[in-house]
């Protein structure tokens, strides 16, 4: 059965320290990776897509990698204003369908 | 240019009532899906439409609920017979096509009292 696992499910950073979110994924064909970023009340807002192995994406304090089982993304002293949930999604290149799995979401917390 | 609609933002219910939510996606977008957001859950997939193609609908988690999309545009959700396990928020997305990121709408927060 396909999986996206994400950790850890929360994160508490202080401002300015930087750190890593994990997506891991056991699919059949992977089509693309997709990461969301949820603010209480609002729905997921898009940040990045990769395709491939070896693929970086670079947003502001965000980047965004991918492996043949995982993503990361790396967030690089963080700010208060970036506390959110951080969702990674997958769509698979098979039969399966055409829908986004996603990932239970890390909640990051940065304090001032 | 406006992003993805839905409406109501808000709706409560009373158990046994139907509800029909809708959703209006960005212009030219092709693929549409719904999704469900329990309270401090994960988004549950619903539904899709690419096109038109015959509906993905094997999230959907009973015959009481079902979708239709328009014209390729808007599509409603409806939920038949409220349930207080219904109780969510139902998003919506569009996507320009199969592959490509999806844009979300803020979500319709329904409460079945």
């Known amino acids: 059965e396909d999986q996206v696992t994400q950790s850890p499910e929360a994160l508490r950073l202080q401002e300015g320290e930087s750190s890593s979110l994990n997506c891991s994924y056991t699919v059949s064909g992977l089509r693309g990776l997709f990461w969301y970023r949820q603010d209480p009340g609002k729905g997921p807002e898009f940040l990045f897509t990769l395709y491939s192995a070896g693929e970086e994406k670079e947003k502001e304090r965000l980047k965004a990698t991918l492996t043949k089982k995982e993503s990361f993304l790396h967030i690089t002293a963080p700010k208060p204003e970036d506390s959110a949930t951080y969702l990674c999604a997958v769509q698979m290149n098979n039969n399966a369908g055409n829908m986004l799995t996603f990932g239970g979401g890390t909640r990051l917390m940065v304090k001032p | 240019g406006a992003g993805v609609s839905q409406s109501p933002s808000n709706k409560v219910t009373e158990k046994g009532k139907d509800v029909e939510l809708r959703c209006d996606p960005i212009s030219g977008h092709t693929a549409l899906y719904w999704y469900r957001q329990s309270l401090g859950q994960g988004l549950e997939f619903l539904i899709y439409?690419?096109?038109?193609?015959?509906?993905?609908k094997s999230g959907l988690p009973s015959d009481r609920f079902s979708a239709e999309r328009t014209g390729g545009s808007v599509s409603t959700l409806t939920i038949q017979r409220t349930q207080q396990e219904d109780s969510a928020v139902y998003l919506c997305a569009s996507s320009p096509q199969v592959g490509l990121e999806a844009f979300f709408g803020q979500g319709t927060r329904l409460t079945v009292v």
């Open positions: 439409f690419q096109g038109n193609s015959a509906p993905d």
